[in-house]
């Protein structure tokens, strides 16, 4: 096997289950044979895919003769382990007449909360890569609650982008891609073409799941984009049906809503990356103005002076969001203290924190260091 296309750009396709299938129990195989075209056309225009998809449930409901989606989960997790080996076998029939050979790369987010599997999962795409082979990727949906549940290979595509140091990332969905508001609701929603920064009122465009078949929505496809474009890697949303869309994605043609990735004066290590895709966040620590300032504009490392509340249960090494008071979260951390101790210190001046004798550690020392800090602005 040859090294073809070692030197070449990266690139990401995340196809979501309302794309691959269609039915809650059928897979469109039509559709895998006309995008095997159009990675081979890419491969040829110098881009190392990866493919990240969803659909083991929907492969394994039609392999198992189930035509509705059952809601226990026992029978999802069952369902994904038959339909996981049909999927992989789909994939591999459809891409090997174009003469691509494919892998099948099972994550779940234990693997990679971890940081030397990460650190592993990194060495194995990379050497895939090499060898010429386009990667299937999945969330190991037979063991991973949390995947069946919320839907979020959207954020496993993200974490596949950072990776492999991706220069494109594209989601084929069932929506042209970013709306002002719902357009099922709102006649006057408008396709939103270009995002350069991720707010509140971006976020708040975003709706919830569309389909049956699928369990993501529009906001797990925006916080995807808003880490990778905190990593400098660009994002497009866009119709997964569209003729030829991955070959004018890769090419640069508006194809949906492009999230852009500007340069930015912050460092995004890949220790970084881990801690912004790597695990759950697990609470939120809402911080002051002047905080947000010296986070933002300064780079400097939060300290507990700048803490106002803390939401949810975190412990000392756990990942944690930061919000301004308003609650739109700017960044991602790994916290050096836990939620009861932080909220102790919470709204306290430096002079108050450095009187208490439970609170005296806090009064100097960061609560998140910058080099485990990342921002999404």
Not at 249 to 267: C, D, I, N, Q, S
Request: proline share 3%.
């Amino acid at each position: 096997m040859t090294g073809e296309g070692a030197a070449g750009r990266r690139l990401v396709v995340k196809i979501g289950s309302s794309t691959l299938t269609t039915s809650e129990s059928s897979i469109d195989y039509a559709f895998l044979d006309d995008l095997a075209a159009q990675v081979a056309a890419v491969r040829e225009a110098g881009w190392q895919p990866v493919i990240v998809t969803s659909a083991a449930i929907a492969c394994g409901l039609e392999a198992l003769g189930v035509a509705k989606r059952p809601t226990d989960m026992p029978s999802l997790q069952a369902a994904a382990s038959v339909g996981q080996s049909a999927l992989a076998t789909a994939y591999a029939e459809a891409f090997a007449k174009q003469g691509i050979v494919t892998s099948t790369v099972l994550l779940t987010r234990r693997d990679t909360a971890d940081r030397t599997a990460y650190l592993h999962a990194r060495d194995t795409f990379g050497k895939l890569l090499d060898w010429g082979v386009v990667p299937v990727v999945n969330e190991n949906d037979t063991v991973s609650v949390e995947q069946i549940r919320f839907g979020d290979n959207d954020t496993l595509a993200a974490l596949a982008a950072c990776l492999i140091d991706a220069d494109l990332m594209v989601i084929l969905s069932d929506i042209d891609g970013l709306y002002t508001a719902n357009p099922a609701r709102d006649p006057d929603a408008r396709l939103v073409e270009r995002v350069d920064r991720i707010d509140g009122a971006i976020l708040a465009s975003a709706g919830g799941a569309g389909s049956s078949v699928g369990s993501g929505g529009m906001q797990t496809k925006v916080k995807a984009a808003r880490v990778l474009m905190a990593a400098g890697i660009p994002m497009v949303i866009a119709y997964g049906r569209r003729p030829n869309v991955v070959v004018d994605a890769a090419a640069g043609k508006g194809v949906g809503t492009l999230f852009a990735a500007p340069e930015r004066p912050h460092e995004i290590t890949p220790r970084k990356l881990w801690i912004a895709l790597g695990d759950s966040a697990r609470g939120t620590v809402k911080v002051d103005e002047g905080a947000k300032n010296a986070l933002v504009e300064h780079g400097k490392s939060l300290l507990a002076v700048g803490v106002r509340s803390v939401e949810g249960s975190f412990g000392l090494d756990d990942i944690v969001d930061v919000a301004d008071f308003s609650g739109h979260v700017f960044a991602r951390g790994r916290a050096s203290a836990g939620s009861d101790l932080l909220e102790l210190a919470a709204g306290r001046t430096r002079e108050e924190i450095a009187a208490n004798a439970i609170l005296a550690p806090l009064a100097d020392g960061p609560v998140i260091h910058r080099d485990e800090l990342v921002l999404f602005e």
